[in-house]
């Protein structure tokens, strides 16, 4: 474990790094267009049936069948990877913005429009601030969902953590496999963690006066 | 001058009715407290004025003009409105939440923070002690009181006040019903407040509008309902009047 560790810690790096660098370029897509969504749905009334409905559809469809169906579109290699992972995440974000947005109290609501907001003020002001911490609760579970599936990613040649799984996989060796998974582990608590302390920064901003 | 005007105004959800066909007026400078059993329909009547309930037939009309034909966000910049629970914003300050109305109204910082000071120490909280705090660290009273702040920090025309003292204790209540009638006194804002209490009602109100089940039972000034209650109803809740507020609206020329 450790020979391979000492010879193969700059690859390793790299793996994580392309893995990590993944997940960012998802996230740089799928956190606005789930903001635009919650937006058209909740401020401007769209409806949100559909919207949810496509989402959830998507989600459904397996990883490894998502790539393929994409390989002849958008090539073999990130771009393809990144869309996929952009689909899943949407589904997560979308859903719990919305229900960060649904789930103010409704008095609270009733007494900012009593005055006199403009529906662009209210939301800045009062909606967004509330709903902060449902929205990076949706990122957090976003990016846990995106870490594991990108691993499968390796398959259309997207590079990240998977290269060494699945290298491992082919070659019966455990070290790989277990380093593989120990990365992924790595990776996974660690943006976690860094999520996890986003969503009480912003928790507590939503309501400094609770003292949990 | 009328400042709010019901025209037969009607609102039903699906089958039920809240309110059945009320017209009463609300002379601008007056303060009218609107009383009435749980349900009959008292704070629909406040919302229709500032249009977070459409009336379903009738009109409402603010200064003499129609609210159905109004912009919706003019019209509620002109009108504070106190809910029947504080629904404070949990986000921001007691000071940040008594600025919102302000601020939209585009004032300066230096006349927003002073109006601030003035309306926490007439609130009966110590601005030092309370600007800076969050409204899950006040107790249910003192969110209400800065519920009550926040409606009138604009300065509104109108303040529709939805049983703003139902969550104080007797003392402060009274002081407040006190500080009220000063206010009022002073800078002429027409009032609408709305009350279960009858000696609330009679204490404050020029006049008294009283609903039951939906439909508007009596509308005078204390003397008047006093003297000659409309119906069964009336009488009955006059039973309830303490014997103080009896005898301030029998000889109340108010
Ligand atoms: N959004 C709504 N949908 C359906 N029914 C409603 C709605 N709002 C109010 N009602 C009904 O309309 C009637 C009048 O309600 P309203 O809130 O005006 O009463 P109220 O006099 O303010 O009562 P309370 O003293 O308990 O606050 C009630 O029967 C209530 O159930
Ligand atoms: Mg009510």
């Not at chain 2, 500032?50 to 379903?56: G, K, S």
């Amino acid at each position: 474990m450790t020979a391979y560790l000492l010879h193969y810690y700059g690859y390793m790096l790299r793996a994580v790094a392309s893995h990590a660098e993944m997940i960012a370029l998802v996230m740089v897509f799928a956190i606005p267009i789930s903001a635009a969504l919650g937006v058209l749905i909740h401020v401007f009334r769209f409806p949100a049936v559909p919207v949810i409905t496509i989402l959830e559809i998507l989600y459904t469809i397996p990883s490894l069948a998502f790539f393929a169906i994409l390989v002849p579109i958008s090539g073999l290699g990130v771009k393809s990877a990144v869309i996929v992972l952009v689909c899943y995440s949407l589904f997560f974000l979308v859903r719990n913005f919305l229900a960060g947005l649904e789930g103010i109290d409704p008095l609270v609501i009733e007494a900012a429009r009593a005055m006199g907001y403009s529906r662009a003020g209210m939301f800045l002001k009062i909606e967004l601030p509330m709903a902060m911490p449902a929205l990076i609760a949706g990122t957090r579970l976003a990016c846990m969902a995106s870490i594991g599936i990108a691993c499968i990613a390796y398959a259309i040649g997207a590079g990240g953590i998977g290269t060494i799984l699945f290298e491992g996989m082919r070659q019966m060796s455990y070290v790989k496999i277990a380093w593989g998974a120990i990365l992924v582990i790595a990776l996974s608590v660690a943006v976690n963690n860094l999520m996890l302390a986003l969503e009480r920064y912003f928790t507590r901003r939503a309501d400094p006066g609770r003292t949990e | 001058m009328n400042a709010i005007e019901f025209a037969d105004v009607k609102k039903s959800y699906g089958a039920s009715e809240a309110v059945r066909g009320v017209s009463m007026a609300v002379e601008e400078g007056s303060l009218v407290a609107l009383m009435g059993a749980s349900g009959s329909g008292k704070t629909t009547m406040l919302k229709m004025v500032n249009r977070l309930v459409v009336p379903t037939s009738g009109k409402v009309l603010f200064f003499g003009g129609d609210t159905a034909s109004m912009d919706v966000t003019a019209l509620r910049k002109k009108i504070g409105y106190v809910l029947q629970a504080a629904a404070l914003f949990p986000h921001m300050t007691v000071a940040g939440n008594i600025s919102t109305i302000p601020e939209i109204l585009g004032w300066d910082k230096a006349r927003t923070r002073s109006r601030v000071s003035e309306l926490l120490s007439l609130m009966g909280l110590d601005p030092d002690e309370f600007a800076a705090r969050y409204p899950s660290q006040l107790s249910g009273g003192q969110q209400q009181r800065v519920g009550i702040a926040r409606a009138m920090a604009g300065e509104p025309r109108v303040l529709l006040m939805d049983e703003p003292f139902g969550a104080l204790d007797v003392i402060t209540r009274s002081r407040l019903q006190d500080d009220l009638l000063r206010i009022h006194g002073r800078d002429g804002t027409t009032i609408l407040f709305v009350t279960h209490d009858i000696d609330e009602a009679f204490r404050l109100g020029g006049r008294v509008a009283v609903m039951n089940g939906g439909v508007m039972a009596q509308y005078g000034t204390p003397r008047e309902i006093v003297k000659n209650p409309a119906d069964d109803y009336v009488r009955q809740l006059l039973n309830f009047l303490s014997v103080e507020a009896l005898k301030r609206a029998e000889k109340d020329t108010k």
